[in-house]
């Protein structure tokens, strides 16, 4: 089992910064691939962004492309998100998701709020 841990989140206004972090523990040698997801009120779930735990491969959906950047420190098991130029539709409850392998996300995170205000 992994268990991850979000952190990083709050309110900021519009075309502020913030940077998440996730604190994987557990059987972290099992994961692969990690992975932010957002969730705002009346929404699905959906991709932001992803990386492998050894840091390569970054891939961003294009709601945030040129505005994120997803990194880990493997050897703190921690993934992170930087926000740059936060709009308000970025508000929303973001995830941390990790996996073994094939794109799946087995675990979860409890997710951490971010309000994005103007």
């Known amino acids: 089992q992994v268990h991850l841990v979000e952190s990083g989140g709050g309110s900021v206004q519009v075309g502020g910064s913030l940077r998440l972090a996730c604190v994987a523990s557990?059987?972290?040698?099992?994961?692969?691939?990690m992975a932010w997801f957002r969730q705002a009120p009346g929404n699905e779930r959906q991709f932001v962004a992803a990386i492998t735990k050894s840091g390569t491969a970054p891939a961003y959906s294009d709601s945030v492309k040129g505005r994120a950047t997803i990194s880990t420190d493997s050897a703190k098991n921690t993934l992170f998100l930087q926000m740059d130029s936060l709009k308000p539709e970025d508000t929303a409850v973001y995830y941390c998701?990790?996996?073994?392998?094939?794109?799946?996300?087995?675990?979860w995170g409890q997710g951490t709020q971010v309000t994005v205000s103007s």
């Open positions: 998701a990790a996996g073994s392998g094939n794109g799946s996300f087995h675990w």
């Open positions: 557990g059987r972290t040698w099992d994961i692969y691939g």
